[in-house]
C-alpha cells in the first residue's frame, strides 16, 4: 500500500504530508517498512515490464 492515500487519524491531514508527529512517525515507517512503498504503481507497473522483459529476453538466448 502506499501512502499517498492515507489519512491520519490525528490531524485529519494526508499522511503524505507530514503535518504533524503522528504523520511523519507513520510516513517513515512505512517507508522503512517497505521498499516499493514510496514508489507510484504506474512506477510498479514499468518496473514489472522489464523485468518480464529480461526473463524473455533470458528464455530466448537459452533455447
Request: glycine share 4%; hydrophobic share 55%.
Amino acid at each position: 500500500m502506499t501512502y499517498d492515500r492515507l489519512v491520519c487519524a490525528n490531524c485529519a491531514a494526508p499522511v503524505a504530508e507530514g503535518r504533524c508527529p503522528v504523520c511523519r512517525a507513520n510516513r517513515e515507517r512505512l517507508q522503512h517498512e517497505n521498499f516499493f512503498a514510496g514508489l507510484n504503481p504506474m512506477a510498479l507497473v514499468a518496473l514489472l515490464a522489464v523485468l518480464v522483459a529480461a526473463v524473455a529476453l533470458l528464455a530466448h538466448q537459452t533455447v
